[in-house]
């Protein structure tokens, strides 16, 4: 069985400080793991994936995300937040050849000038 | 432009009264899907076709139908079994286990 947890609902950063989005899973076996963004009424949009390569994924729009097996995480970060990634941050987890994807309920990031 | 066209954006339904989001896609994928949101909550997901005239049920399947006649359409029904439809629509299509990829959403309204 898979799952996920995202462990904040609600993130507050001040703009050009560090983002942290955290991500918890499980999954009994290799997982496929992705972070999609959504912006107020839009469909999501893929930040990064991890698909068993290298543990530490770079995305688009300076986001990297590191995938610890030990610690079944994968947590989102950027070095410095910018006013245009307030938006809600989905981590989701599934498997090689799949049809399922478990969806996190979410984390809402909002960006403080 | 390839991508994922949903329509409407907005749509009202009245009670008893079924309704249908379309959904194309011109990416040449054989898996699509549908999800529903709700306010605060992740995705569930309602449907999804592996190919062409094949569907399955998702966690929340009732009050909605599907077909899937043509590769690049997957239209949902919300029939008036659903009780409470309000909420965002999003169709998805992808490879299994790979990036899926949304369309734009669409709200749908009791009135």
């Known amino acids: 069985a898979q799952s996920v947890t995202q462990l904040d609902s609600h993130v507050s950063v001040s703009e050009g400080t560090p983002v942290l989005l955290r991500c918890n899973y499980s999954s009994s076996y290799s997982p496929s793991l992705f972070w999609y963004v959504q912006h107020p009424n839009k469909g999501l949009q893929l930040l990064l994936k991890y698909t068993s390569a290298a543990t530490l994924v770079k995305g688009i729009n300076g986001f990297e995300a590191e995938f610890k097996k030990s610690e079944t995480s994968f947590h989102l970060t950027k070095p410095s937040a910018h006013m245009s990634d307030a938006a809600e941050y989905f981590c989701?987890?599934?498997?090689?050849?799949?049809?399922?994807?478990?969806f996190g309920t979410g984390t809402r990031l909002k960006v403080l000038a | 432009d390839g991508g994922i066209t949903q329509s409407p954006k907005y749509l009202f339904r009245k009670e008893g009264q079924n309704v249908t989001l379309s959904c194309e896609q011109n990416?040449?994928?054989?898996?699509m899907y549908w999800y529903r949101q709700d306010p605060g909550q992740g995705l569930r997901l309602i449907y999804y076709?592996?190919?062409?005239?094949?569907?399955q049920k998702g966690d929340i399947a009732e009050g909605y139908s599907v077909s899937r006649e043509k590769k690049e359409s997957f239209p949902l029904t919300v029939t008036s079994a659903q009780k409470n439809p309000t909420a965002f629509y999003l169709c998805?299509?992808?490879?299994?286990?790979?990036?899926?990829?949304f369309g734009e959403g669409s709200w749908l309204t009791v009135v």
């Open positions: 076709s592996q190919i062409v005239n094949d569907f």
């Open positions: 998805a299509s992808g490879e299994p286990g790979n990036t899926i990829y």
């Open positions: 989701v987890v599934s498997g090689s050849g799949t049809y399922k994807y478990i």
């Open positions: 990416l040449n994928h054989d898996a």
